[in-house]
Nanobody
Framework: VHLVESGGGLVPPGGSLKLSCAASGSVYEIYAMGWYRQAPGAQREMVASFTNDGNTNYADSVKGRFTISRDSAKGPIYLQMNNLEPADTAVYYC?????????????WGQGTQVTVSS
């Protein structure tokens, strides 16, 4: 499975961006997909994700501002980010877990930079 993100960029505080992630290859192996981010000097953290049964999870810091959506369970997936804050500045990664539930393997995209600054 190969993941490709797009849609990052520079936006002022309070602005909006929409990220997209397309999956290719053996997409039938995808178990679940989501978005993570990593700021400089920080650990990679989950931002928003789908569970295998289609439910969504959000980090507390983005609830009410970010919305994850998808065209299908195998992607593409999207992340609508509204009311962006400087603290949202990070590289955003698309993630997919592939394989059987007993042996899931994480696959990552190359990342897309989101910078929130005036």
């Amino acid at each position: 499975v190969h993941l490709v993100e797009s849609g990052g960029g520079l936006v002022p505080p309070g602005g909006s961006l929409k990220l997209s992630c397309a999956a290719s290859g053996s997409v039938y192996e995808i178990y679940a997909m989501g978005w993570y981010r990593q700021a400089p000097g920080a650990q990679r953290e989950m931002v928003a994700s789908f569970t295998n049964d289609g439910n969504t999870n959000y980090a507390d810091s983005v609830k009410g501002r970010f919305t994850i959506s998808r065209d299908s369970a195998k992607g593409p997936i999207y992340l609508q980010m509204n009311n962006l804050e400087p603290a949202d500045t990070a590289v955003y990664y698309c993630n997919a877990y592939i394989g059987p539930p007993s042996y899931l393997v994480a696959v990552w995209g190359q990342g897309t930079q989101v910078t929130v600054s005036s």
